[in-house]
Structures are given as C-alpha cells and as structure tokens.
C-alpha cells in the first residue's frame, strides 16, 4: 500500500498506521470538522459568503410583499421587512435592549439591501483571500466573528449613550467583520515588515481610510460599527503569527469550528424568542 499524508502536520505516514508517527495525530482526524473544513483555503470563505446569501434571500422571502415595494431608491432594492431581520437576528434596538446579546453574532451574516450584501460580500471575499494565503482560513475565520462581535458591541453602546431614548439604533451586516479583516492585515503587514509587509499595510490602510470616509459622508451608515471592528482586528493582529506559513494547530480550528456553531446557534435562539410575537408571514 502506498503512503498517504497524515492530515495534521502533512508529512508521509504508512498508509496501515493508525496515527501519524511525526506529530502523534490519529488517521481519523481527516474526519473531524476542524480539517474538512479548513483543508481548502476557500471553503469556509464560500460558506460564510454562502450562509449569508440563505440568510438574505430567507428575509426577502419572509415578507415578500414588502420587498416588491421597493420603496427608497437604488440603495433599498431589495431591503427585507425588519421584522423579518429581528426574526433572523439583527441587533441593537429592542433586540438589545431586551438583552439579546447572542445577536452580536446573527448580525454579521445579515444585509438589508441588493446592494449592501453584494458590495459586502465582494469586499469580504478580496479580504479573505488575502487572510487565508497569509494566516490560513481558521484564523481568517476567527477573526471575521470576534471582530463582528466587537463591532457590534461598539456600535451598540455607543448608539444607546448618544441616542435620548437610550435605546440603540438597529442594525446589521458584515462590514464589521470587513474592517475586523483590514486590522488584522494591517498589523499583519506592520509585524512583518519587508516589501510585503510594508506595501500590504499601506495598501489596506488606504482601503481602511476610504471606507471609513465613505461611511462618514453616507447616511445610515454604522461608522461605530466599522470602527469597532476595525479596533478588534488590529489588536487580534498582535496574537496572531507575524509571517505566512505558520500550520494552524488544532486548537485554532477547533475555535474557528466553535464560533461557527456558535453563530448558527444565534440565528436560532433569535428565530426561537422572536418568530411567535413580532413577524406575520406572508409566504
């Protein structure tokens, strides 16, 4: 029988041994979730790009009535009733102040408009090609959910202090996520220097500035979002690997896998405490 590679460390093992005898990883590990999912580099990309598409077209299909008035312009083509968003998991608002907190993680996966999901889903999937060749997918993974949740978390605070009421503005997307990617490269490019380095972290920055700017002249724009996730990536930046190439342990992907689980999890609890008393159907 010839060899095959252990699926850990990568290495050549007999193909009758039962773990691999270089780092101790057990044959059956190329079952687990941890690497079927991060084996390829684009998979978990296209299942966050994919998730986000159900989701979206799951709002619209919620109450269909509304989407086809198509009232507000080019920016609100096909923007979902936001019953249908509280439904699915969109935070601040009342579903924060009735302590929702598991919507910090519904929120990234959710878009209010044609546009916004398409110009969401283009900027993030440049961003996590670029985070998946340089860090690896778990980590890129990692960081696009800890950076929404801080962004949101920003957000929603912020809002609630500034707004009379005392109640934060809704809100949703994954742009939070987005400038969580940018301060992860940022840094990434800062810590590792070089001609890579240098031109990777100017580059990202200039994206960074630019879409902070846009948020800044366009209304109903969640610049605490976008800051908040901006400030977590830069500071996940500084616990993550310094130069491309370093093996994602177990342990990483394990988290990755987690907070994936975790992020379905939200949708459903926010499906469970919201479906029965705010959304008339209308399929």
């Not at 609630?160 to 809100?171: C, Q, Y």
């Not at 810590?191 to 948020?215: E, M, P, T, Y």
Request: charged letters at 10%.
């Amino acid at each position: 029988m010839p060899p095959i590679l252990c699926p850990n460390c990568r290495k050549l093992i007999g193909s009758e041994e039962k773990k691999c005898y270089h780092c101790g990883t057990p044959r059956s590990a190329q079952y687990s979730p941890q690497y079927v999912l991060f084996k390829d580099n684009g998979l978990v990309t296209s299942i966050i790009i994919g998730s986000c598409v159900v989701l979206y077209l799951g709002s619209l299909l919620l109450n269909p009535a509304h989407v086809m008035r198509m009232q507000g312009g080019i920016f609100n083509i096909g923007s979902p009733h936001s019953d249908a968003l509280y439904l699915l998991g969109m935070t601040g608002g009342s579903a924060w102040y009735k302590g929702h907190i598991w919507t910090l993680l519904s929120a990234s996966f959710l878009h209010g408009s044609l546009l916004h999901i398409l110009f969401n889903m283009s900027w993030f999937n440049t961003l996590a090609k670029m985070s998946n060749a340089l860090l690896g997918p778990a980590r890129m993974t990692v960081c696009f959910i800890l950076t929404g949740v801080s962004g949101f978390l920003l957000s929603n605070i912020a809002s609630a202090l500034l707004h009379p009421s005392g109640i934060s503005s809704p809100t949703i997307g994954a742009s939070c996520s987005i400038f969580g990617l940018m301060g992860l490269l940022i840094v990434f490019g800062h810590r590792r220097g070089g001609v890579l380095g240098k031109q990777l972290n100017r580059q990202i920055w200039a994206w960074a500035i630019i879409g902070l700017a846009l948020g800044f002249a366009m209304p109903g724009i969640n610049n605490w979002g976008h800051i908040g996730g901006l400030l977590g990536g830069l500071g996940m930046g500084f616990v993550m690997p310094s130069r491309e190439g370093y093996k994602e342990g177990w342990g990483i992907k394990g988290l990755a896998v987690f907070l994936l689980v975790l992020s379905i999890a939200s949708v459903i609890l926010s499906i469970a405490f919201n479906g029965y008393l705010r959304l008339k159907f209308q399929l």
